[in-house]
């Protein structure tokens, strides 16, 4: 054991002093990447196994590290491993700890590769399975959605632009967009995995290795599809990195969008929704609140996923090539990045599932700010041949009348609409229905009660 005593640096006969204690506390990534402990030994054992088919080591000495391996997932999973931060990170904690279990042979164990290619293999089997997770809850938000917006085809809101009313919707087709967002989301995070198929493994340091490695073999062990083409680029490049980042930040931003319609709807002044008490918080002072929390939560946390964004372009902006220090910090960004998003998805499940649509109000408040003006406009293209910028003229004038009347549309009759526009008939009065003007909207994506349906029963089909 003379060459790998227990508290000293692998790299202890040539670096004769001890790297300052200030720095491998903080330098040292072991708190962060212990969480890749399995991928690690995943990773070592198909090395080995590689490094034995290739007649690199002995089937002695490949048994014997496979057992010291084995023995160390089972340490680690039990809690009975010590962590230490001497070694930085959990690559040499490893070792290290294969060192005691199987001495000198342990040594072996590090030949034809380096912690440069090791610690990109265990993040991106790492990213493939979490990638998978993310997937998978996103899912089933989108189950939840489509469940609520099937129970929503007829509640009618006002849709809006600008935060003014605009048109009559159907709550369930609102709901529907946001199935349109969360499934490109998961179709982002499943492009991404085209490059989270390529293994690392082999690149060693930066340059490759003079040993006869089969990296095909490697590959196909850690259930990669082809190993990288370039040993350079391999160890420096992060680019896997910034796209699980800009992913989950786009995922988020679509929680933040939903979430920051909740809030507004839950406002005293909107009153369109109504929260259960599950998902809202009181005030310390004022007992009549309950605040909606978990959206305020929900809309914040975009904030931090997009500055993990933009610190990982930054490190990576002006990096030299090979391997730097700096990249260390991934990891980091990467796992705090997956746990605040999937636990924001988990969270805005739960809001969807305990909220309720104040329908009463929704209805009323599609009646204000005449949102069937557009309707108005083209039935007179429709019935009375006009062009739709004059039929749109007219529908103004009749809305100024009405709002000096202080009326809805609704509530003008034939008579004072006639004065107007002389063409009108009775008739006329049916594009004034909030209903009317929803199923009227047959166009493909429509707002529709009819086209929500079939999309509804189309992504079920899909999921
Ligand atoms: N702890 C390092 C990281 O996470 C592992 C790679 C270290 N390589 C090196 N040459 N220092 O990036």
Redesign the pocket.
């Given at each position: 054991m003379s060459k790998n005593k227990n508290n000293q640096a692998i790299w202890n006969t040539r670096v004769k002093k001890n790297t300052s204690a200030l720095f491998k506390k903080v330098g040292s990534?072991i708190d962060i990447?212990k969480r890749l402990y399995k991928e690690d030994i995943m990773g070592s054992e198909a090395h080995v196994e590689m490094l034995f088919k290739q007649k690199i080591v002995s089937f002695k000495i490949k048994n014997k590290i496979i057992y010291g391996l084995k023995k160390i997932e089972k340490e680690i999973a039990k809690n009975k491993f010590e962590f230490n931060k001497e070694y930085?990170?959990i690559?040499m904690n490893i070792e290290k700890r294969l060192f005691q279990i199987i001495g000198e042979d342990a040594g072996f164990i590090h030949t034809a590769r380096?912690?440069?290619d090791?610690?990109i293999t265990d993040l991106k089997i790492w990213m493939k399975n979490s990638t998978k997770e993310l997937n998978s809850q996103i899912n089933k938000l989108i189950k939840s959605i489509l469940r609520i917006a099937e129970k929503n085809v007829e509640t009618i809101m006002p849709g809006f632009t600008h935060l003014k009313n605009a048109q009559p919707i159907s709550f369930g087709h609102y709901l529907m967009a946001y199935v349109e967002m969360f499934v490109r989301d998961k179709l982002r995070f499943e492009n991404n995995m085209q490059n989270l198929y390529e293994n690392p493994l082999g690149a060693s340091?930066l340059a490759g290795t003079s040993f006869n490695i089969d990296r095909n073999y490697t590959s196909k062990k850690l259930g990669f599809k082809n190993p990288t083409n370039n040993s350079i680029d391999t160890v420096s490049d992060r680019d896997f990195v910034l796209d699980f980042l800009y992913t989950s930040s786009v995922c988020s931003m679509h929680i933040s969008r939903i979430s920051e319609d909740l809030i507004i709807w839950n406002s005293d002044g909107f009153n369109l929704i109504q929260l259960s008490d599950k998902i809202i918080t009181g005030s310390s002072i004022m007992p009549q609140k309950k605040n909606p929390d978990l959206l305020e939560y929900l809309r914040g946390k975009t904030g931090s996923l997009y500055g993990n964004l933009f610190s990982m372009l930054t490190i990576l902006k002006g990096l030299p090539l090979s391997?730097f220090?700096d990249?260390?910090d991934?990891?980091k960004i990467i796992f705090e990045n997956f746990d605040t998003l999937i636990n924001c998805l988990k969270i805005l499940d739960e809001v969807l599932n305990n909220l309720s649509p104040n329908k009463k109000r929704m209805l009323e408040l599609a009646e204000k700010g005449y949102t069937t003006a557009t309707d108005l406009a083209d039935y007179l293209v429709r019935n009375h041949s006009m062009t739709f910028r004059n039929a749109y003229q007219k529908t103004a004038a009749i809305i100024n009348y009405a709002e000096k009347k202080k009326k809805r549309l609704k509530d003008l009759d034939i008579i004072e609409l006639k004065k107007i526009e002389p063409q009108l008939k009775e008739e006329v009065m049916k594009v004034f229905s909030l209903k009317n003007s929803i199923n009227s909207k047959k166009s493909y994506g429509g707002t529709s009660f009819d086209n929500i349906k079939k999309m509804i029963l189309k992504y079920k089909k899909y999921l």
């Amino acid at each position: 054991m003379s060459k790998n005593k227990n508290n000293q640096a692998i790299w202890n006969t040539r670096v004769k002093k001890n790297t300052s204690a200030l720095f491998k506390k903080v330098g040292s990534s072991i708190d962060i990447d212990k969480r890749l402990y399995k991928e690690d030994i995943m990773g070592s054992e198909a090395h080995v196994e590689m490094l034995f088919k290739q007649k690199i080591v002995s089937f002695k000495i490949k048994n014997k590290i496979i057992y010291g391996l084995k023995k160390i997932e089972k340490e680690i999973a039990k809690n009975k491993f010590e962590f230490n931060k001497e070694y930085e990170d959990i690559h040499m904690n490893i070792e290290k700890r294969l060192f005691q279990i199987i001495g000198e042979d342990a040594g072996f164990i590090h030949t034809a590769r380096s912690r440069n290619d090791q610690v990109i293999t265990d993040l991106k089997i790492w990213m493939k399975n979490s990638t998978k997770e993310l997937n998978s809850q996103i899912n089933k938000l989108i189950k939840s959605i489509l469940r609520i917006a099937e129970k929503n085809v007829e509640t009618i809101m006002p849709g809006f632009t600008h935060l003014k009313n605009a048109q009559p919707i159907s709550f369930g087709h609102y709901l529907m967009a946001y199935v349109e967002m969360f499934v490109r989301d998961k179709l982002r995070f499943e492009n991404n995995m085209q490059n989270l198929y390529e293994n690392p493994l082999g690149a060693s340091a930066l340059a490759g290795t003079s040993f006869n490695i089969d990296r095909n073999y490697t590959s196909k062990k850690l259930g990669f599809k082809n190993p990288t083409n370039n040993s350079i680029d391999t160890v420096s490049d992060r680019d896997f990195v910034l796209d699980f980042l800009y992913t989950s930040s786009v995922c988020s931003m679509h929680i933040s969008r939903i979430s920051e319609d909740l809030i507004i709807w839950n406002s005293d002044g909107f009153n369109l929704i109504q929260l259960s008490d599950k998902i809202i918080t009181g005030s310390s002072i004022m007992p009549q609140k309950k605040n909606p929390d978990l959206l305020e939560y929900l809309r914040g946390k975009t904030g931090s996923l997009y500055g993990n964004l933009f610190s990982m372009l930054t490190i990576l902006k002006g990096l030299p090539l090979s391997y730097f220090k700096d990249l260390q910090d991934d990891k980091k960004i990467i796992f705090e990045n997956f746990d605040t998003l999937i636990n924001c998805l988990k969270i805005l499940d739960e809001v969807l599932n305990n909220l309720s649509p104040n329908k009463k109000r929704m209805l009323e408040l599609a009646e204000k700010g005449y949102t069937t003006a557009t309707d108005l406009a083209d039935y007179l293209v429709r019935n009375h041949s006009m062009t739709f910028r004059n039929a749109y003229q007219k529908t103004a004038a009749i809305i100024n009348y009405a709002e000096k009347k202080k009326k809805r549309l609704k509530d003008l009759d034939i008579i004072e609409l006639k004065k107007i526009e002389p063409q009108l008939k009775e008739e006329v009065m049916k594009v004034f229905s909030l209903k009317n003007s929803i199923n009227s909207k047959k166009s493909y994506g429509g707002t529709s009660f009819d086209n929500i349906k079939k999309m509804i029963l189309k992504y079920k089909k899909y999921l």
